[in-house]
C-alpha cells in the first residue's frame, strides 16, 4: 500500500528566506504525487502535481517540487517565502493501482516570522 | 477553478443525535466524491468513496451504518454521522473531481467542523 511520510511537524523561516518541506513517499508502481497547502479552518488547496515527465514542477503561487524517484521523494520548494505562506502543507500520493483514492501525509505546519 | 462547497461549515449536537453534512459540486457534475477526516493536527484520511447512483465504498475501520453517504445526483453527496457520539467529533471534508480520471485535480470543500457534546 502507499504511503507518505512528511518528517517535519513544525518549520519556522524568516520571511524572504527560502523553504524546503520534504516528503518521501511508499509505492510500488510510478506515483502520482500532489502538494495541497490548508490554512486554518479551510479545505485543501493543490499547489502542484506531478504524474509523468518533467522531474520539476512548477506550482501555484511560486512554489515549485522536484520529484526524485531514487530517493522516494517530492520535495516542496520555494526561493523566497512570504507571510501569507504560513499554512499546513500535505504531501500526497495516488496511482493507477489504487484508483481515485489520495493518501496523504501528517503535514507540515509553516510558520513565517518577520 | 470548480468549486466545491461543504454545509454546514460548523455545527454542534447533542450526543445520540444524527448530523447531517452536504457536499456540492457548484459548477460541474462530479460522479464520484471523496469524503475525509482530519483529526486534530493529524493528516485527512479517507473514510468512504462516494458513488452517484450506487453504494459508497467505505475503507477499512470505517463503520458505514455509522457514517451513512449517499449521492443522489451529480452534484450532492450528503454524510450523516448517526447517533454521533463525542469521538466523532472531527472536521470533515469532501472533495471531488471534474472528471473521471485518476490525474484529475481534486477540489477540496471548505470542511465541516462537527463537535459533539
Known amino acids: 500500500a502507499q504511503s507518505v511520510t512528511q518528517p517535519d511537524i513544525h518549520i519556522t523561516v524568516s520571511e524572504g528566506a527560502s523553504l524546503e518541506l520534504r516528503c518521501n513517499y511508499s509505492?510500488?508502481?510510478?506515483?502520482?504525487l500532489f502538494w495541497y497547502v490548508q490554512s486554518p479552518g479551510q479545505g485543501l488547496q493543490l499547489l502542484l502535481k506531478?504524474?509523468?515527465?518533467?522531474?520539476l514542477v512548477q506550482g501555484i503561487k511560486g512554489f515549485e517540487a522536484e520529484f526524485k524517484r531514487s530517493q522516494s521523494s517530492f520535495n516542496l520548494r520555494k526561493p523566497s517565502v512570504h507571510w501569507s505562506d504560513a499554512a499546513e502543507y500535505f504531501c500526497a500520493v495516488g496511482g493507477m493501482e489504487y484508483g481515485n483514492k489520495l493518501v496523504f501525509g501528517a503535514g507540515t505546519i509553516l510558520r513565517v516570522k518577520s | 477553478g470548480a468549486v466545491v462547497s461543504q454545509h454546514p461549515s460548523r455545527v454542534i449536537c447533542k450526543s445520540g443525535t444524527s448530523v447531517k453534512i452536504e457536499c456540492r459540486s457548484l459548477?460541474?457534475?462530479?460522479?464520484?466524491m471523496f469524503w475525509y477526516r482530519q483529526f486534530p493536527k493529524q493528516s485527512l484520511m479517507l473514510m468512504a468513496t462516494?458513488?452517484?447512483?450506487?453504494?459508497?465504498?467505505?475503507e477499512q475501520g470505517v463503520e458505514k451504518d455509522k457514517f451513512l453517504i449517499n449521492h443522489a445526483s451529480l452534484t450532492l453527496s450528503t454524510l450523516t454521522v448517526t447517533s454521533a457520539h463525542p469521538e466523532d467529533s472531527s472536521f470533515y471534508i469532501c472533495s471531488a473531481r471534474t472528471d473521471g480520471s485518476n490525474t484529475g485535480e481534486l477540489f477540496f470543500g471548505e470542511g465541516s467542523r462537527l463537535t459533539v457534546l
Open positions: 509505492y510500488g508502481a510510478t506515483p502520482y
Open positions: 506531478y504524474f509523468s515527465g518533467d522531474t
Open positions: 459548477d460541474f457534475q462530479a460522479t464520484t
Open positions: 462516494s458513488n452517484e447512483g450506487s453504494k459508497a465504498t467505505y
